[in-house]
């Protein structure tokens, strides 16, 4: 494992210690891929180290938003920080456990900073693969119905696309975190409206992936028992 992994020094964005970061090789061999995009690798999960973690101040965040992080929310978080004894190294190789922490820190911190619900969403979705990984159905069901409200916001709120999200792409996603969390029925209006767009027929493999969903979900239905059929 140690082979996919390399470590390089940075300078925390808030604090300006200088700590060290784990970055994951890109020769990964990817083994499956769940509907909602979790992907399981050989030998490592690389979602252990998307989230970089000052061990000096404790600021945690993603690449992009802690090498970027505005003068103005540098400063908010530093006067936020100031003073606390964090105590939290996550530096080097993480087991799940640190991984967990380390985007609790990034998700509670983007909050605060009032970051684009998108990049919130981001977080927690891949904080409910950790726990999917771990076995915690409950825990992930929690994050998971999270990120499932953090991306319709960002439908309705930002411009589209969001990093390398399409607009048929997260509605694909706010599909299938509904039909995970057990709303079925919300699910298949997000389906019907990405089959039915225009952008389909360009959007093709994401057009797919909403009509297997469709598929499965309606399979699914047909062998669970009515419950008001039950209850007569």
């Not at 996550?90 to 009032?114: N, P």
């Not at 996603?173 to 209006?189: I, S």
């Not at 990405?194 to 909403?210: M, N, Y």
Request: proline share 3%; glycine share 4%; aromatic share 12%.
């Amino acid at each position: 494992m140690a082979d996919a992994l390399y470590f390089v020094e940075k300078q925390c964005a808030v604090c300006e210690e200088k700590f060290e970061v784990t970055f994951v090789r890109s020769r990964l061999s990817l083994i499956k891929q769940d509907t909602d995009f979790c992907a399981y690798y050989k030998d490592i999960n690389p979602y252990y180290y998307t989230v970089w973690v000052c061990p000096h101040c404790g600021y945690a965040a993603q690449e992009n938003e802690f090498t970027n992080l505005a003068p103005v929310m540098a400063t908010r978080m530093k006067a936020f920080l100031y003073g606390r004894d964090v105590k939290v190294n996550l530096c080097g190789i993480r087991t799940r456990e640190q991984a967990i922490v380390s985007y609790q820190l990034a998700i509670f911190y983007t909050e605060m900073l009032g970051f684009p619900a998108s990049k919130i969403a981001a977080l927690q979705l891949r904080l409910a693969w950790l726990y999917r990984e771990s076995g915690q159905v409950d825990e992930e069901k929690k994050v998971l119905a999270k990120a499932c409200a953090s991306y319709d916001l960002a439908l309705s709120k930002e411009r589209m696309p969001i990093g390398n999200l399409s607009e048929l792409t997260v509605m694909y996603l706010v599909a299938d975190l509904l039909w995970r969390t057990g709303d079925g029925d919300k699910a298949k209006l997000y389906l019907s409206r990405i089959v039915s767009s225009p952008l389909a027929k360009i959007e093709k493999r994401i057009a797919d992936l909403a009509r297997d969903l469709w598929q499965e979900i309606r399979a699914i239905e047909k062998t669970t028992p009515d419950q008001s059929e039950d209850e007569k």
